[in-house]
């Protein structure tokens, strides 16, 4: 073991000369001491363990406290160290990276789901305090996985599918890809060890020749940059068997589809030789417009850049090439752990955008503490297989599969998608929900007067655009509830300075509030109007303790929210609000109709043609939909011109009765000799009956004209 130990700290040294080799000492006495007696599930022991996850963390050439937290990261789990001893011993920084990463191993939950949920969430919130715990968690679940074979069929099937569902993905997120890759394939083996063996037998079949075209490959282009004179390593791969795999049913293609089975790499020195290279490539060889993509310019979420292309030979064989400077080749390889800087501490990790992820994810956590959706969340956006579509500019986004044009709007900015219309998209005129796929170009229609409805949540995949447009009904909900809450609270105040003919100045009602602890007058209302607190006896006399038993009344108790009659209408992202029906046009069931705010009667439904809507006050005009389940008995008021003459009136009223409807209201005025006017006030289900009884009675010998009219609504 002490040989294994040197080996560690030279590892160390030869990337970081000036290295605590004490502190990995003292580090490695505490661990062999720890684990002393204990052994692994190969019988090995255990000291094994932390060993090769230090060596893990050496090779991401992390710096010596990192390494040492490694060497001890089980101690606090497996032995009678505490995390006092710990801290006496090698100070906090030490002690917490330690703890941190015990923490995240000990998880309560039973349920899969819910376990996953919790691990996720400790590691999110571990990680934007201190990367170093998830690098260190990341080596830990390395080793472990190289070393799954002594373990159970069901234990490693657990674990191969966490890896393969969350340590993987995190560790792209972070740009790791050399440790993303190898977690992914050796995880694969153990969760699908079938599919594993076919895809190797399959890709065997054509090993012999695959490896031909490669080397031919490489030679030709080797012998291109040559001539150029530009100086590159050519290095060749075979696709590894889970992307073959996730490819494979992905798109339900079989082996000879799979476009990039052969890549090759081409590491250069400067970006404008990644470019020279691409164009003698593009020059020599026909490309594929579709799969050509600059990740250079537009680099992926996570950092990655590089250009790939893929190519057809004359004989038919495809290729993909990945050309980049050596940076990004070790960017692309290290992630986060590439530019570690050993004298700035992690402070240069602050400024680093592969964490801002993380750190919204906990934002969001925090607004919406459900596990399980934080899980499919954060899982949907940790595996991205991505589209990458363009603006009408050129500009790359990527975007996840199955991504729609509202999606992008979102992608683009939250103004653009809070008030997004409609979509173009490869000019044509496309609803928001349309999907978009790679290569579309696509531009935003915004309107002011368009906003985010409930609907949305169903058109959109992307953690971004969901999180933006619950936030906005949030805010809008808020808002609804406090302009409620002061409706009832202002009626109940008016109510109870009449009786005792007493009248509250403003500032003694906000001290009444203060003493109910709430900060302003807008958390009172919007907790009354949301239905959070009750206006009941002992809330009014919480306000008002002069206040007799038998005085006042609590208010009328808002409308239920399901199943009431108020819930004839719904209104677009606002589910809660209070809605009348305009007396002026009273609309029926099947008009075209719309919301008005207002300030004291909630939102006031119109037809669509009324004359008392201003379509100046378009802000204040909202979406507003017949609610198809509910139905109600609508009043309406048909005035008729007819002939005056004997039984008439028993004609007249026989129609709607004939359409299943009563009539509620009759009322005859005599304009000449010859002729009368009716009006007369009728129940009607929707504008359909409503249209047969007109035809009913425009059909009726006698009557002239028919006329729908204005009418109270009760
Ligand atoms: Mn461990």
């Known amino acids: 073991m002490i040989k294994r130990f040197y080996e560690l700290q030279e590892r160390v040294q030869s990337y970081h000369p000036a290295a605590n080799i004490e502190l990995l000492k003292k580090a490695y006495a505490v661990a062999a001491d720890a684990h002393l007696n204990q052994l692994r599930a190969s019988r090995e022991p255990y000291i094994i363990h932390p060993l090769a996850v230090a060596a893990v963390l050496a090779d991401m050439r992390l710096d010596e406290i990192s390494v040492a937290a490694g060497l001890m990261h089980d101690v606090l789990e497996d032995s009678s160290y505490t995390r006092d001893d710990l801290t006496r011993l090698f100070g906090q920084e030490i002690s917490d990276l330690v703890w941190g990463v015990t923490k995240i191993s000990k998880i309560s939950e039973v349920d899969v789901e819910d376990a996953q949920a919790e691990t996720l969430k400790k590691m999110i919130i571990a990680m934007t305090a201190d990367v170093r715990v998830i690098l260190i968690k990341l080596a830990d679940r390395l080793h472990n996985i190289r070393t799954l074979g002594h373990l159970g069929e069901e234990k490693r099937r657990k674990i191969a599918r966490e890896t393969l569902e969350i340590y993987a993905p995190i560790a792209y997120r972070l740009g790791m890809g050399k440790i993303r890759d190898e977690l992914e394939d050796l995880a694969f083996v153990h969760l699908h060890p079938e599919e594993h063996r076919r895809i190797r037998e399959e890709v065997g079949s054509k090993y012999d020749w695959a490896i031909g075209r490669l080397e031919g490959m490489k030679a030709e282009i080797e012998k291109i940059l040559r001539e150029l004179e530009i100086p590159a390593e050519i290095q060749y791969r075979i696709k590894r068997e889970i992307s073959i795999f996730r490819k494979l049913q992905r798109q339900s293609i079989d082996l000879d589809q799979v476009y990039d089975l052969l890549a090759l790499r081409i590491v250069t020195d400067t970006v404008a030789n990644c470019y020279a290279i691409m164009g003698s490539i593009h020059q020599r060889w026909t490309h594929i417009p579709a799969r050509w993509r600059d990740f250079i310019t537009n680099p992926k979420s996570n950092f990655y850049q590089s250009i790939h292309t893929t190519i ?85 986004i990527n975007l996840e599969a199955g991504a729609s044009a509202l999606d992008f709007a979102y992608a683009i900015h939250s103004e653009v998608g809070d008030h997004c219309k409609s979509a173009v998209v ?264 409503l249209q047969l009884i007109s035809d009913g009675l425009r059909a009726t010998s006698g009557v002239y004209s028919l006329t729908r009219r204005k009418i109270a609504r009760r």
């Open 312 to 396: 057809i030979t004359r004989e038919g064989a495809k290729f993909e090439i990945q050309i980049r400077t050596r940076e990004m080749h070790r960017n692309a390889e290290e992630g986060i752990a590439a530019h570690w800087k050993y004298k700035e501490g992690l402070a240069f990790l602050e400024h680093d955008n592969r964490l801002q992820w993380f750190r919204e994810m906990i934002e969001y956590h925090k607004t919406n503490p459900d596990p399980k959706e934080f899980l499919s969340l954060v899982k949907r956006d940790l595996t991205p297989n991505e589209i990458y579509v363009f603006t009408p500019k050129g500009k790359v």
């Open 426 to 689: 490869n000019e044509k005129l496309v609803p928001l929900k349309t999907r978009l796929s790679s290569g579309d170009v696509v531009e935003i229609v915004t309107n002011k007067a368009s906003w985010p409805s409930q609907d949305w949540l169903k058109y959109v995949v992307t953690s971004r655009a969901r999180r933006k447009i619950m936030a906005y009904l949030q805010r809008e909900e808020n808002q609804l509830n406090a302009e409620r809450g002061q409706r009832q609270f202002q009626r109940l105040l008016r109510q109870y300075q009449k009786k005792r003919r007493q009248h509250f100045r403003e500032e003694e009602v906000d001290a009444r509030l203060a003493e109910l602890h709430y900060p302003d007058r807008e958390s009172f209302y919007r907790d009354i109007g949301s239905g959070r607190k009750a206006i009941d006896r002992t809330f009014l006399k919480s306000i008002f303790p002069e206040l007799g038993a038998a005085e006042i009344k609590p208010a009328r108790r808002p409308p239920r929210r399901e199943g009431d009659e108020f819930r004839l209408v719904r209104v677009e992202g606002q589910p809660d609000i209070d809605v009348t029906f305009a007396r002026c046009c009273t609309p029926i069931k099947g008009d075209d109709i719309v919301g008005y705010m207002t300030g004291h009667r909630g939102l006031v439904v119109h037809r669509r043609d009324c004359p008392n809507i201003n379509p100046k006050l378009a802000p204040r005009l909202k979406q507003v939909m017949w609610n198809e389940e509910q139905s109600h008995a609508y009043l309406v008021q048909i005035n008729l011109t007819v002939a005056d003459k004997p039984g008439m009136l028993s004609h007249i009223t026989a129609v709607p009765a004939a359409h299943g409807s009563s009539i509620r209201k009759i009322e005859l005025d005599q304009v000449s000799q010859a002729m009368a006017r009716i009006r007369m006030v009728f129940e009607v289900q929707d504008t359909r009956q």
